[in-house]
């Protein structure tokens, strides 16, 4: 079975602090692929990356950073500097090879405070 | 580029009344979802389509639950009778890729159903 945990529910932060959001996942698959969303308040999840389970290195866009770790079975997201925008709760996802099913975790729900 | 477009935005609806969400993806993504999003929840699957096929409802409640993909575009889903508990964000998606999952998903803005 397929499984995506995100103890993280709710973190504050002052603006301009780093903070890291964890992601934890679970699956026997030796193929798979790993998502991160985020939904600001209007609702929409938009995607932000994705990493199949062969590629372990780490990614960097901007003030964004992932760290895969198959190891650990975690795929780590870090934001750099946050700002008020940054105010959204995150998913984190997996899905297999086959199937074209996505498991979605609780999220994190991030608040930046000015 | 045209998104994933959803309608309506909100619905308050009594119990035992009907409702109908309606989702128009993007242009060329063979794969539509259907997701129920509860309140500090993650999106669950309600049904999947590749082109006009459901492949995967087992999670939808088939007792009241129902959902088209004419043509293999627009979809609608279906709620009959509502109940208190179906309360949520109904969340379409849509994608380009099909038998695997490799492709991300595309979301819209969602359906917020209000059930009293």
């Known amino acids: 079975a397929q499984k995506v945990t995100q103890v993280q529910t709710e973190i504050s932060v002052v603006e301009k602090e780093d903070v890291t959001l964890d992601c934890v996942y679970e699956?026997?698959?030796?193929?798979?692929?790993l998502f991160w969303y985020k939904q600001p308040p209007s609702g929409e999840l938009v995607f932000l990356i994705r990493?199949?389970?062969?590629?372990?290195q780490n990614e960097i866009s901007g003030r964004y950073s992932w760290n895969f770790q198959k190891s650990t079975s975690s795929f780590n997201f870090t934001i750099t500097a946050s700002q008020v925008v940054d105010s959204a709760v995150y998913f984190c996802?997996?899905?297999?090879?086959?199937?074209?099913?996505?498991?979605f975790g609780t999220g994190t729900s991030l608040t930046v405070i000015p | 580029e045209a998104g994933v477009v959803q309608s309506p935005r909100y619905k308050i609806i009594e119990k035992k009344q009907p409702v109908a969400f309606w989702c128009n993806p993007i242009?060329?993504?063979?794969?539509l979802y259907w997701y129920l999003q509860n309140l500090g929840q993650g999106p669950e699957l309600l049904i999947r389509?590749?082109?006009?096929?459901?492949?995967?409802d087992s999670q939808l409640p088939k007792d009241r639950f129902s959902a088209e993909r004419l043509k293999g575009v627009d979809s609608t889903l279906k709620i009959q009778p509502a109940e208190l508990g179906d309360s949520a964000v109904y969340l379409c998606?849509?994608?380009?890729?099909?038998?695997?999952?490799?492709?991300?998903?595309?979301f819209g803005e969602g359906s917020r159903l209000t059930v009293l």
């Open positions: 996802a997996l899905s297999l090879n086959t199937g074209n099913q996505f498991y």
């Open positions: 242009s060329g993504h063979n794969t």
């Open positions: 699956t026997r698959d030796t193929t798979y692929y």
């Open positions: 998606a849509s994608s380009i890729g099909q038998g695997t999952a490799t492709g991300e998903l595309f």
């Open positions: 389509y590749e082109n006009e096929e459901a492949v995967d």
């Open positions: 990493r199949n389970s062969f590629d372990e």
